[in-house]
């Protein structure tokens, strides 16, 4: 699609919708004079030129890429409007896209029955799980793997809950003996487990903790904020199904539209399996809440204003890149085989090893034979990647413990108490083909 053409008739769109409340006077007070607006847009485009290139599959590192075409147009048309999806008295259109999409997400991972919301972020969708989890548990702690995405802990201290952090084995997954040693305490209300761990990808064992919940009385929350799509493909290319169908059974799931559902930052969701959680979310708004009966999203969220264009974006991508095995999972599948095909040539490679072989789309790697050697060759191989201006590539890296390392690599010389290994999110469909040129250049950097 046209992205200029579809900008030019996203405003086309708005100004006729305007147009139909008839005209009013404009004020000055507003006004910006073209010529003015120029010398400031040219001022700031050089500004936004300090940045990194996430949409070129040149870009190995972080989860980072720009959203779909859809999405922008999607989200620019309805932020021309604006609407606030606190409440149907601010936006009733994108406050249905969000009732659809959360529908529709719910769907993907095999819910029958659901309550959920979109989020700012994966960040507030967790805290919203694990305030419910301690409303639904008070005095319990809530369990989560050494791996687990750092504001698990956070979030913790935010609700005044105790946090237990669980080792992990040595695919960095929790150690579910370790889980029930800790659940015999008696002392832990909630079990986080990740599907799609942030550094390394890896998905933990939802279907065999499930058992311990009925066991222990625990909730079970999945975070897959970062891997949740990636459920599109389960059971095939290597992903094992079992988690991923074990997920239509926990008490509550997180996922990020804005990691892997092509969408611009702002759009995190919380889904619930039980309705009545709703509950917990009880509050009056003086201010709120006029023109409708009908539940307002504001009733059942923590936040209050919330974009109602990242609903949009979402609800516009979705209709031609839907959450099912041949909408967006052809996009997600791309980046899982160009990691599969990454990881085969790393592994037949002389000079590069992998850290361990990925389980989506994360692959992890180093250089050398000794802690200090690895540490000094990642950051060196970032660093020439990243400021080579012929033939530049970004990477990130991710630290590691000695110990973590000598679970997977016990011949590599201990020599320091971690090391940095490179870490690349291939996220990108594009990244498939682009796969040997990378391969090939890291190799080069190595030398
Ligand atoms: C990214 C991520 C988060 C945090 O989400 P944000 O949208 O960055 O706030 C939480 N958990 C996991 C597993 C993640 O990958």
């Given at each position: 699609m046209d992205l200029s053409r579809w900008l030019t008739a996203a405003v086309a769109a708005n100004n006729d919708w305007a147009k139909s409340y008839g005209s009013f006077e404009p004020r000055p007070a507003l006004a910006v004079d073209d010529a003015e607006f120029a010398a400031a847009f040219g001022r700031f485009v050089e500004r936004l030129a300090d940045n990194y290139p996430f949409f070129h599959p040149r870009y190995a590192g972080q989860m980072l890429k720009p959203p779909h075409p859809a999405a922008v147009v999607g989200y620019l048309t309805a932020m021309l409007i604006?609407?606030?999806?606190?409440?149907?008295?601010?936006?009733p259109a994108t406050a249905a896209m969000e009732r659809e999409v959360v529908q529709q997400l719910a769907a993907m991972f095999g819910y029958d029955t659901h309550l959920g919301h979109l989020t700012t972020s994966g960040t507030i969708a967790n805290l919203e799980a694990l305030y419910v989890a301690r409303e639904l548990h008070p005095g319990k702690g809530i369990a989560y793997s050494?791996?687990?995405?750092?504001t698990h802990g956070r979030m913790c201290r935010v609700l005044g809950v105790d946090g237990h952090a669980v080792p992990v084995d040595d695919r960095g997954r929790m150690d579910l003996d370790a889980l029930e040693e800790l659940l015999r305490s008696h002392e832990i209300g909630t079990v986080v487990l990740t599907a799609?761990?942030?550094?390394?990808g890896a998905v933990e064992p939802v279907h065999e903790a499930l058992a311990l919940r009925d066991r222990y009385g625990v909730r079970i929350h999945v975070d897959a904020a970062y891997g949740g799509f990636f459920a599109l493909l389960a059971g095939t290319l290597g992903i094992p199904a079992e988690p991923w169908r074990a997920v239509a059974r926990a008490d509550s799931i997180v996922v990020d539209p804005h990691k892997h559902g092509l969408?611009?930052?702002?759009c995190g969701a919380v889904l619930f399996r039980d309705p009545t959680v709703g509950r917990f979310y009880l509050h009056d708004s003086p201010y709120t809440y006029f023109t409708s009966e009908e539940l307002h999203l504001g009733e059942i969220s923590l936040e209050c204003s919330r974009a109602g264009a990242a609903a949009a974006g979402l609800w516009l991508t979705f209709q031609l890149l839907p959450p099912t095995g041949d909408g967006l999972g052809r996009v997600l599948a791309a980046g899982r085989r160009a990691a599969l095909r990454w990881a085969e040539l790393i592994e037949s490679s002389g000079r590069l090893r992998l850290f361990q072989p990925p389980e989506l789309d994360i692959v992890s790697y180093f250089a050398g034979t000794s802690l200090t050697e690895i540490d000094e060759a990642s950051r060196r191989i970032m660093q020439a990647g990243m400021t080579d201006a012929e033939d530049p590539i970004f990477l990130s890296t991710l630290r590691v413990g000695a110990e973590r390392f000598a679970r997977r690599h016990?011949?590599?010389?201990?020599?320091?108490?971690g090391a940095r290994v490179l870490r690349s999110v291939?996220?990108?469909?594009?990244?498939e083909t682009y796969a040997e040129q990378l391969h090939r250049r890291i190799e080069q950097l190595t030398a």
């Open positions: 604006n609407p606030n999806n606190h409440a149907l008295d601010g936006g050494t791996e687990a995405h750092y799609g761990t942030t550094g390394l969408q611009p930052y702002g016990p011949a590599v010389s201990a020599d320091a108490d291939l996220m990108k469909p594009e990244s």
